[in-house]
């Protein structure tokens, strides 16, 4: 059997994963099948039930392998059945005639050795789209079950004999396997059913707005025009498919939908293909448009079909009657293409139209109905579940939560916090709909701090799911952009240093890796969990649809965050006590309990003690515990720490106390540096606030003893005590500039009226 061992390791690994990791599971089912193959490229699909109000059932791609062009790929649905002709979505219809649906179906594997070249033209399609030559097709099956199928790659032609040599092992892997991957998406399958229901929801929903231009007359059909990146259709062919209507006359939706669904359109319309109105040139004509007009973010265009030598549109005429229409893309800030609106207007419509476009300069009330319209539409595509979804994910986080002592309990404490962080993240992930997350603890590194998520070693202590599962996360600075290198910039980084969530959008393209949290993101929110004023970690999701994170998903997650901040703390420090002592004994310390390590943390973290010399002081009470020959116990206790710290000279600090000490030595220094003309003002404090290496005390700290040191403390002569300026300020208006620089700094930053 090739690589076993790695394989029986893979087996052991997933079947002991907990019923939760879906994404954790799939990357391992993809691991284990380049290890039996050698080949870099594979792909899983699964079958789940079908949603609610539909009828049709479907291949879904979870997990895709060694292929760059990855979303097209896990955008692209396989129908199981051959003869699919239910629009309860969309036009955009799933591959027919597959290797995959027959292997489905027949529950066998299947070699196909000229894959882009079969009569199987769903997987011929795939095939020259992803260059693959010959595939095997394996059937995940348990109990007599199908769950799915997975499909091992080559890029090249393979010989019957190399499919005779891994069908048995491959078979037998994935039947090891097969009854947790049931749990799991048993587990799964009603979040899955109930996300898949509410987007069937949402087009529901879309198309009850746009029937309001049809009420006004204004409209005989409408169609709201998505963009799509699949396999038929890629990002670099850049084309719509229809996500909901609206129509008059029933018989017209049925010659917009069989006319789309000719052989020469297949379900989409080709931006720049010449066959539609809305060509990539008209679509770029509002983009311009919107570059001369910053007040408006889209246009409608006005149109005659005849102006226009297009069969699709020609068809339409002559089919139903439609003689115009408005196209109107909706673009974000970046003139991407978030969504079109079109109408299409047979001769009353048009007519009533004409009589709402501009004259000359004036005011268009077209414009004003169709930006009323994108509103309507944006609050239903772009808003939070209202599904139960929340709720129960709420409750799921909830419970964790109250199951903390089970994950405090782990001997590994670096596992219970990893499984701590990972149950609560791919429950966020579940709520918000992300395509990935990371949970980063925020710790230290050379002494700077950092949002870490894995150590040394790729040691995972934070979270991560979704296409990063298997990826290295490096950990990111903690700072402000002011701070900050351009390359170490990061969301995290930023949300960690300001202790406020932070969003982004239209960020695809940015040069460094660390401020997106997957590939191909297109938005991003990054939640800092805060205990105190102390940010300990942050949750980053990412989405690849473009303005995907709401105010409302914000509120959201940061009640989460609120919900597990002082357990997640307590975790942290606890691990951060178990670092430190590997650091200073390796593998010679004895092993610490629970209660003992829990106290051991406290105390680390409550009050000013050497860790080194505490360490020290524990091991004698151990050793000196253990001559005596009662005592059977071979483990460092609670009694042994709570001795050593009652009996120790160490000098108990409470942490306010050290801490306000420590604030008023770093001002005394600063004052001293300030006042002997060593450093300006700008310099020594309000850059050193912005980078945090002082506090806001600090800062206070030096004005109060300029002005306990003065015999008048004006505002002028104490900036000038602080080396903010030249003492022959008076008259200078640059010197007066610094000397207002210096006020708004106290007044707006630090808070006090001066």
């Known amino acids: 059997m090739p690589g076993s061992e790695e394989v029986n390791r893979l087996v052991n690994h997933i079947n002991g994963i907990d019923g939760t990791y879906i994404n954790a599971i799939l990357h391992d089912i993809s691991d284990g099948l380049e290890t039996i193959s050698g080949f870099p490229k594979n792909r899983i699909y699964l079958s789940l039930p079908p949603w609610y109000g539909s009828r049709k059932q479907v291949l879904d791609p979870f997990h895709i392998r060694g292929y760059p062009q990855h979303r097209a790929v896990k955008t692209t649905l396989i129908a199981i059945e051959d003869d699919l002709n239910e629009n309860s979505l969309s036009l955009s219809q799933p591959l027919q005639k597959t290797y995959e649906a027959k292997a489905y179906r027949s529950s066998k594997p299947i070699m196909a050795a000229n894959y882009a070249e079969s009569e199987m033209q769903g997987s011929a399609r795939l095939g020259k789209a992803l260059d693959i030559k010959s595939s095997f097709i394996f059937p995940l099956t348990n109990k007599g079950t199908v769950l799915g199928v997975v499909t091992i790659d080559s890029t090249e032609q393979s010989e019957p004999d190399a499919f005779s040599s891994l069908k048995d092992v491959v078979v037998e892997f994935l039947g090891a396997i097969a009854q947790k991957l049931s749990d799991v998406l048993n587990y799964w399958a009603p979040v899955i059913q109930e996300r898949r229901a509410e987007e069937i929801m949402r087009a529901y929903k879309t198309s009850l707005i746009l029937e309001l231009p049809l009420r006004e007359g204004i409209a005989d059909l409408v169609v709201l025009m998505v963009p799509s990146a699949d396999t038929a259709c890629s990002e670099k062919t850049r084309c719509l498919v229809p996500f909901s209507f609206a129509v008059r006359d029933e018989n017209d939706r049925k010659v917009f939908e069989e006319t789309l669904n000719d052989k020469r359109y297949a379900g989409r319309m080709i931006l720049g ?41 020609t068809e339409l005429e002559e089919k139903a009657g439609f003689n115009a229409a408005i196209c109107y893309p909706v673009v974000d800030r970046h003139k991407d293409l978030l969504y079109a609106v079109i109408f299409y207007l047979k001769p009353d419509a048009a007519r009533k139209v004409k009589t709402m476009l501009p004259k000359g300069e004036g005011k268009s009330l077209l414009k004003s109905k169709m930006k009323a319209l994108e509103s309507r539409i944006n609050s239903v595509l772009y808003g939070l579940s209202a599904s139960t979804l929340v709720t129960d994910h709420l409750i799921k986080i909830s419970d964790v939560n109250k199951r903390y002592e089970d994950f405090n309990k782990m001997k590994d404490i670096r596992k219970g916090l990893t ?48 296409d990063i599962h298997n990826s290295y996360i490096w950990p990111v600075r903690v700072g402000t952009p002011v701070d900050l290198l351009t390359k170490e910039l990061s969301l995290s980084g930023m949300a960690a240093a300001q202790g406020k969530t932070k969003m982004a959008f239209g960020i695809e393209g940015v040069e460094n890796d660390g401020f997106m949290p997957c590939p191909d993101t297109k938005s991003a929110i990054a939640v800092p969990i805060v205990v105190g004023q102390e940010t300990i970690a942050v949750m980053n999701l990412g989405s690849r649809k473009r303005y995907f994170f709401s105010d409302k998903t914000q509120k959201l997650l940061e009640m989460i965050s609120e919900i597990v901040g002082a357990n997640v703390h307590k975790l942290i420090l606890k691990y951060e006590v178990s670092v430190e002592v ?173």
Not at 424 to 441: E, F, H, P, Q, R
């Open 273 to 313: 293909s010449k066959s539609f109105i809305l060509t990539s040139e008209l679509v770029e004509k509002g983009c311009e448009k919107v570059k001369f007009m910053p007040e408006t973010s889209n246009t409608p265009s006005f149109f005659r079909l005849r102006e226009f030598v297009c069969d699709f549109e």
């Open 419 to 466: 499984e701590f962080l990972h149950t609560i993240l791919y429950n966020v992930m579940a709520v918000s709909g992300a395509d990935c997350g990371t949970i980063g603890v925020v710790g230290n590194i050379n002494g700077k701090k950092y949002v870490i998520v894995e150590r040394e070693g790729e040691v995972v202590v934070g979270a991560k799911a979704g």
């Open 582 to 754: 590997l650091k200073l004994y390796g593998g010679r310390y004895p092993y610490i309990k629970n209660d003992a390590l829990n106290y051991l943390a406290e105390l680390y973290n409550s009050y000013f003690i050497d860790l080194t010399g505490f360490l020290d002081a524990i091991m004698e009470n151990y050793k000196s515990r253990r001559r005596d020959r009662k005592d059977k116990e071979n483990h460092i206790t609670l009694k042994d720490i709570k001795t050593t710290y009652l009996d120790s000279s160490l000098e108990r600090i409470n942490l306010e106390e050290y801490l306000e000490k420590a604030d008023n030595d770093i001002a005394n220094y600063i004052y001293m540096v300030l006042t002997h003309r060593k450093a300006s003002f700008f310099d020594a404090v309000q850059d050193a606030y912005s980078r945090h290496d002082i506090s806001r005390n600090v800062a206070m700290l030096v004005f109060e003893k300029a002005n306990l040191a003065l015999p008048k403390p004006q505002v002028a002569r104490i900036a000038a005590h602080l080396n903010v300026c030249s003492e022959n300020y008076k008259g200078d208006y640059e010197e007066k500039k610094k000397i207002e620089r210096f006020r708004q700094f106290y007044k707006k930053t630090i808070g006090i009226q001066i």
